[in-house]
């Protein structure tokens, strides 16, 4: 099989060619989920930034369109947001058409070669046909750099209780918050980070969202801070805070801030493969979700990655929901809703049964596992298991729970090709359970090249990417304790039509 068949994704967005990296400037309208990414369409590692684009109908199937932003005098296109001017208050509109305006940075290559602290700045562009062509802003930059080296990713959210607009982005390792009525003029708000959260590494991509927290009519904000190094399984990760935003400052919720005192564990994702994600502006009023994307990577590894057209995929847009658990609050992700009209006849589903450990779920070629979702309960979380994807080559990739632990577990060591990077897969991926119900819930989605696994309804979520040197075929379920149940196991062929 050539490297398209292998390893090109079936459902998972990836440029036809080159380099990608980070989401950016992702908003809806009329009809289109729009996606901006970090690209570099001369080559298949990082490179001078622009902005690629691609468009949805349906948060599924992409569509790659021309790229939208280039460097320029003032330097790359970094990342960053793009929101819908309904209002004009940019007074950018033409013909009473809604404008699109993104917010990114300018990272000068020149500045950062002369050593100055200067060189990223933030700028603006316009679009007036739906985000298909873009103009920058004759005034860019719009904020200048004071001095602070790592000054980037713009994430721009409407302030609906004070209705003015709002914008964070990262700088060093703390945030900042400015304001502004017309998306030109910035004014410096506050910053936060200090003596909080995980500082192992530069704070990058962030973003203040409110929620009506899940059966209330609480609001509560949280903020989205990727993070690398300082991942909790090595190199890059996305940690989120809860808290409160009165127009000027976030201030983390005294509970959630003492929850984070004893347990750490306040991260959108502990696999490897989830960075610098964030959310859709402008979703349709009528369900106003918060729909997540991040990068499927990480950077101790995305440049070595062993594909060559193309290097880098997304994951898929999640949902996001906030909920109070136990004094605190926890953001939940699951796939978005868009996938169940993919779901085929359901090909193999058991509602009750004790497995043997080394039982095969599959009936060899029945079901392909490079399009596939799983689902299943365990009613008892005291007791372990592991399922093993194989293939007739020898790898296989494992996830799991060690009870003992309260810990799932994906392990990649014998996945495949593993020897491009020491980070890859030299340590299995450990995430804490959350959830302290007796019954385990389990779901995933499988691609060529990736697992995402939602457990506990999305509480605790895992998302690897891996490189098996032929397709796996084979599911296994193995370490399993005595008697272990599982119920209403259900395997869904997820059929895409071209
Ligand atoms: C995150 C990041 C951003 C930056 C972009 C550059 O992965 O480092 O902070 O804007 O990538 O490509």
Same mark, same amino acid.
């Given at each position: 099989l050539n490297e398209e068949e292998l390893y090109r994704p079936n459902y998972h967005f990836t440029p036809e060619n080159n380099w990608m990296n980070d989401p950016n400037g992702m908003f809806y309208l009329n009809g289109y989920y729009h996606l901006y990414f970090q690209h570099y369409p001369d080559g298949n590692t990082w490179g001078p930034m622009h902005w690629g684009h691609a468009t949805s109908l349906d948060l599924v199937n992409w569509k790659e369109q021309p790229i939208a932003l280039y460097p320029d005098s003032l330097g790359y296109i970094f990342s960053g947001s793009a929101v819908v001017d309904y209002n004009n208050d940019s007074g950018f509109a033409k013909e009473g058409k809604p404008v699109v305006v993104a917010m990114y940075t300018y990272h000068d290559p020149v500045g950062e070669k002369e050593n100055t602290n200067t060189y990223q700045t933030q700028g603006i562009a316009y679009s007036q046909d739906e985000g298909l062509t873009w103009t920058k802003y004759e005034g860019n930059p719009v904020i200048k750099n004071t001095g602070i080296k790592d000054f980037r990713d713009p994430k721009i959210t409407w302030d609906s209780f004070r209705d003015k607009w709002v914008m964070v =982005?990262?700088?060093g390792q703390e945030t900042q918050f400015f304001e502004s009525s017309n998306l030109k +003029?910035? #004014?410096f708000l506050s910053s936060f980070g200090e003596g909080i959260g995980n500082h192992n590494g530069v704070w990058e991509c962030p973003e203040l969202i409110p929620f009506?927290? +899940?059966d209330s009519e609480e609001v509560?904000?949280?903020?989205?801070?990727?993070? &690398? @190094?300082?991942? @909790? &399984?090595g190199g890059s990760a996305t940690q989120y805070f809860v808290g409160d935003f009165d127009g000027k400052k976030f201030s983390v919720d005294p509970a959630f801030k003492l929850a984070m005192q004893e347990d750490h564990n306040f991260w959108v994702d502990l696999g490897k493969d989830n960075y610098a994600g964030v959310t859709f502006s402008n979703t349709p009023a009528s369900d106003g979700r918060k729909i997540f994307m991040g990068w499927m990577s990480n950077w101790q590894y995305a440049n070595k990655v062993p594909t060559e057209k193309w290097r880098s995929t997304m994951t898929i847009p999640r949902e996001l929901t906030l909920e109070k658990v136990a004094n605190t609050y926890r953001l939940y992700s699951n796939p978005v809703k868009e996938f169940e009209a993919h779901y085929g006849e359901t090909d193999l589903s058991w509602e009750k049964r004790t497995f043997k450990n080394g039982e095969s779920l599959l009936d060899e070629n029945k079901i392909d596992l490079s399009k596939a979702r799983i689902s299943f309960n365990l009613p008892d979380a005291n007791k372990n298991f592991t399922f093993v994807l194989k293939n007739k080559v020898g790898d296989s990739l494992k996830f799991g729970y060690e009870a003992a632990k309260r810990s799932f577990f994906i392990d990649r060591k014998k996945s495949g090709i593993v020897d491009f990077n020491k980070s890859f897969a030299d340590i299995k991926s450990v995430a804490p359970r959350i959830s302290t119900s007796g019954e385990i819930q389990v779901e995933l =989605? =499988?691609?060529k090249t990736s697992i995402e696994l939602f457990y506990d309804k999305g509480e605790t979520v895992m998302t690897e990417i891996f490189f098996p040197k032929e397709p796996y075929k084979d599911?296994?379920? #193995?370490?399993?304790?005595e008697g272990l149940l599982i119920e209403n196991l259900t395997i869904d062929q997820l059929e895409f039509k071209q």
């Open positions: =982005l990262a700088a +003029e910035w #004014t009506q927290v +899940e509560k904000w949280v903020l989205l801070v990727s993070i &690398n @190094p300082g991942g @909790p &399984n =989605l =499988l691609d599911l296994i379920i #193995t370490g399993l304790d």
